[in-house]
Each structure stands twice: as C-alpha cells, then as structure tokens.
C-alpha cells in the first residue's frame, strides 16, 4: 500500500504527481495492464523465458565491458 503525506505548501497536483513517480517505480502499473486481460500460461512462460534469455545477453554485455575497462 503506497502513502503519499503532503508535504508542508504542497498542491495537491504536485502530490498526485509524486503518487504517480511512487506507482510506477513498484511496478503496480505494468501491473494492472499485464493483469487487465488474461494471459495464457503459456504466454507467460514464453514472457518470462524472453525476459531470462534478454537480461542473459544484457548480463553478458556488460560484464564484457567492465573486464575490458579494468
């Protein structure tokens, strides 16, 4: 559950402002659209098992550029 408190000569556009930044960095929006229709269990698996292979290569990349700096 995410709390807002408003802060002292704060509008309440600039609050809604910051609830929105605090949803989007936990994910809940990716959230609700992913959970808005249903997706099969297969579909998510392929969804996961892209997202493994993506972070892998990305994984890979940049250890190869590390070890190349140092």
Known sequence: ML???SRTGESVQQMMR???KLCE???LIRD???NAYYEKPS???RRRER???RNAQLNTMF???SS???
Do not use: D
Request: aromatic share 4%; hydrophobic share 30%.
């Open 63 to 65: 250890s190869m550029t």
């Open 25 to 27: 960095k936990e994910g």
């Open 18 to 20: 910051r609830f929105k």
């Open 51 to 53: 997202k493994a292979r």
């Open 32 to 34: 609700m659209k992913r």
């Open 3 to 5: 709390k807002v408190k």
């Open 43 to 45: 579909e998510k698996n």
């Open 68 to 70: 190349a700096i140092h």
